[in-house]
């Protein structure tokens, strides 16, 4: 997650001091060193998560600062974040201030975490069966569990949450039924499902806690692939969003749709973080669109 990158970038190293005053601990160092096991944790990863994306959008800045092409943080006229990411659009965006935004990712992280060691849970990525076809699986094997669609990533590559149980049901029946593959993710708990409400309530009151501003740029929420610019709108989304699908699918179909009502047209996209996640998710929706990174 952090490499030996953000030793050369003073505005990135300068984020990580400012979240490490907020949050009481070197996080950085967590991110560098671990433990492992402390940096798993929902309640620390989802910060380091945060932080290290704006710090990446830092270094892009860093990089184009002489270009004579411009900077791509400067062009973007449309941003969104997939689930914890959102909050990193928002921050990108000017409607949450970056000190907020750490303390309101502390407060999901520490409720969710507790939510997860409540009640364990389990996610599971199911690869070449399409939505209806994976919730008619759940609806089969569910039981008196829980388990619920969780993300909608792309075309076949749909995630479902819940009891690890029924996880674990799902992958047989979905192996059987013809999925190309099923993963078994490494998250700490049943994300985006009810299992995950009582951190609801104590997010919705640290968000009423929280000056947000109107977005400079649209900002597309996971909730219901929908751009929002009202502070109130973008408080009840983001509490929504811990048991709500991840319509992360819809979400890229909203910024790179010419035309339709609410689509954008984007016709070039920048994955800020580590990796080509998001990049591999887009190819699989339009794989006309470029898309570049911050690190290969």
């Given at each position: ?293 911050v690190i290969d």
């Amino acid at each position: 997650m952090l490499g030996d990158w953000i030793d050369g970038h003073p505005s990135a190293a300068r984020l990580f001091e400012r979240a490490a005053d907020l949050l009481g601990y070197d996080l950085a160092e967590i991110c560098r060193t671990g433990p492992a096991p402390s940096l798993d944790t929902t309640a620390v990863s989802q910060p380091a998560i945060l932080v290290t994306s704006l710090a990446l959008l830092e270094v892009l800045r860093a990089r184009h600062a002489d270009s004579s092409g411009g900077c791509p943080v400067d062009a973007a006229v449309v941003t969104a974040g997939l689930s914890l990411g959102e909050y990193t659009a928002l921050v990108f965006a000017g409607a949450i201030d970056f000190e907020d935004a750490v303390r309101l990712v502390a407060v999901r992280g520490r409720a969710m975490q507790a939510c997860a060691e409540a009640r364990p849970g389990s996610m599971v990525a199911v690869l070449g069966l399409d939505r209806e076809r994976i919730a008619g699986l759940c609806d089969e094997v569910r039981g008196e569990d829980v388990l619920e669609i969780a993300n909608v990533l792309c075309p076949g590559n749909v995630v479902a949450s819940g009891s690890t149980a029924a996880c674990e049901r799902l992958r047989d029946v979905a192996t059987a039924a013809g999925a190309m593959k099923c993963v078994t993710l490494g998250v700490a708990g049943a994300f985006h499902t009810k299992l995950m409400q009582p951190a609801v309530a104590e997010l919705a009151a640290a968000l009423g806690r929280t000056p947000i501003r109107p977005p400079r740029i649209p900002v597309v929420s996971n909730v219901d692939a929908r751009p929002h610019t009202d502070p109130e709108e973008i408080r009840r989304l983001l509490a929504r969003q811990v048991v709500g699908v991840v319509e992360w699918q819809g979400s890229m179909e909203c910024l790179l749709a010419a035309g339709d009502i609410g689509g954008f047209g984007v016709r070039a996209l920048w994955e800020v973080g580590p990796g080509r996640v998001l990049r591999g998710l887009a190819k699989r929706i339009d794989r006309s669109v470029p898309c570049s990174g911050v690190i290969d």
